[in-house]
């Protein structure tokens, strides 16, 4: 099978409408965070103007693992997320998107990349404003997604499917592909609209494209993408379907997914897929009928390397990056030691149990589930820092005893 190589640059449809498998890159915001360019809590994407070195090399290391899209750094770059609780910027929310627009094509065009210009959930939903205060958010990152000609649009990370309508009603306005990804289980989104209905509700707003990314784990974000595929059906209804969840393991989570696990955002390590874990999900989601298949938080170009590496025999090609890697641990033929020579092969890694080696660690948490979603308190957006009595607050409802 030959490696790397570029394909005729067409369009997101063009290549799904073929039956094309398009890869999708992963998590930007927590791979940032980690490596100091990004704020945990706020989670904003200022490093698009702030580190563009940075931000770019990211979006290189995932086209050489094998995405097809360069999603633009612009998670929660509205300006309401910007401004929120006391967060202060040297960069307005139109110079974080542009500069990110800029970082994502240049990648691409190193390749056979798309850009997707990308909206999300916002605080001013969470607090209650109206349809036409919210869609005025999108309204305005969407300016700068048209000035700068990205190729199709993503309303992702949406936890109510009413929002997540008004996000794709605005990004359908400009005739550009659009696709629309919730952060929901199967349970559905926060006012417990299944899977399938909400699928239904974002196919008739005009997206083409549907699914869900974050908050799960890979194989509950393909069950609940099957069950909105089923949903679409049943209607009489056509779309395509995408999937991009996290690289982390979340049997424990509730409807809120990992935000409510203790170990969120700081201690996820040890819920960390492995490249092997990957090539499942890949193939499971493949099988599912999903030919747009990435990853989200957690997810970093490895992750993705796994991925294009399963789907090499019906892409024909494998990635520039399994040139060093080799397939499933080829290169270890070559290890010094016989007993690391022995794990050479496919059905020694796939059979594995992989040890945390952390003694006494449970193998699962209690989740905090408060209950709390748009209209509450707590939730409502506000430009001051948060103060020391509103933690306080906080702080004893989150008592120790809660927690196991």
């Known amino acids: 099978m030959s490696h790397f190589k570029y394909l005729p640059l067409q369009g997101v449809l063009e290549r799904l409408d073929a039956g094309e498998i398009v890869i999708g890159d992963g998590g930007f915001v927590f791979a940032l965070e980690k490596r100091g360019y990004v704020k945990a809590g706020p989670w904003t994407p200022e490093a698009a103007a702030e580190h563009p070195e940075a931000v770019r090399q990211l979006h290189r290391e995932f086209l050489r693992a094998g995405a097809n899209v360069m999603q633009t750094f612009t998670f929660y770059a509205s300006d309401?997320?910007?401004?929120?609780?006391?967060?202060k910027l040297t960069f307005t929310g139109a110079q974080i998107n542009e500069a990110a627009c800029d970082l994502a094509r240049e990648v691409a065009n190193e390749g056979d990349g798309l850009v997707a210009g990308g909206v999300s959930q916002t605080p001013s939903y969470l607090s209650c404003k109206s349809e036409i205060d919210v869609k005025a958010i999108f309204?305005?990152?969407l300016d700068v997604f048209i000035k700068k000609n990205v190729d199709f649009l993503i309303a992702e990370y949406f936890e109510h499917v009413e929002e997540a309508e008004w996000a794709v009603q605005v990004l359908k306005e400009t005739g550009k592909?659009?696709?629309a990804s919730l952060c929901i289980g199967p349970q559905g989104d926060l006012h417990g609209v299944s899977p399938g209905e909400c699928a239904v509700r974002l196919v008739k707003a005009g997206a083409q494209i549907v699914g869900i990314n974050c908050h799960f784990d890979p194989m509950t974000c393909v069950k609940t993408v099957k069950m909105m595929k089923d949903g679409v059906e049943k209607a009489g209804l056509k779309a395509h379907y995408m999937v991009q969840p996290l690289a982390y393991?979340?049997?424990?989570?509730g409807c809120q997914g990992f935000i409510d696990l203790p170990e969120f955002p700081f201690a996820l390590e040890p819920r960390i897929l492995s490249r092997w874990d990957m090539h499942k999900y890949a193939r499971e989601a493949?099988?599912?009928?999903?030919?747009f298949i990435g990853g989200c938080c957690g997810f970093e170009p490895y992750h993705i390397r796994a991925v294009a590496?399963?789907?090499a025999p019906?892409?024909?090609f494998l990635p520039a990056a399994s040139e060093k890697h080799g397939n499933w641990g080829a290169g270890l033929e070559m290890h010094t030691k016989p007993w690391v020579r022995a794990r050479a092969r496919r059905d020694y890694w796939e059979n594995l149990k992989p040890a945390s080696g952390r003694p006494l660690c449970p193998s699962m948490s209690a989740p905090d589930s408060w209950g709390v979603?748009?209209?509450?308190?707590?939730?409502?957006?506000?430009?001051e820092a948060t103060t020391q009595d509103q933690l306080k607050v906080l702080f004893d409802n989150a008592a120790p005893s809660k927690h196991p």
Do not use: S, W
Request: aromatic content about 2%; overall charge positive; glycine content about 10%.
């Open 309 to 311: 590496e399963e789907l």
């Open 139 to 141: 309204k305005k990152q």
């Open 373 to 383: 979603t748009k209209g509450h308190t707590e939730l409502m957006q506000q430009k």
């Open 249 to 253: 393991h979340t049997p424990d989570c």
């Open 80 to 87: 309401d997320k910007l401004e929120n609780r006391g967060n």
């Open 286 to 291: 493949y099988n599912a009928g999903i030919r």
């Open 177 to 179: 592909p659009v696709a």
């Open 314 to 316: 019906e892409r024909g």
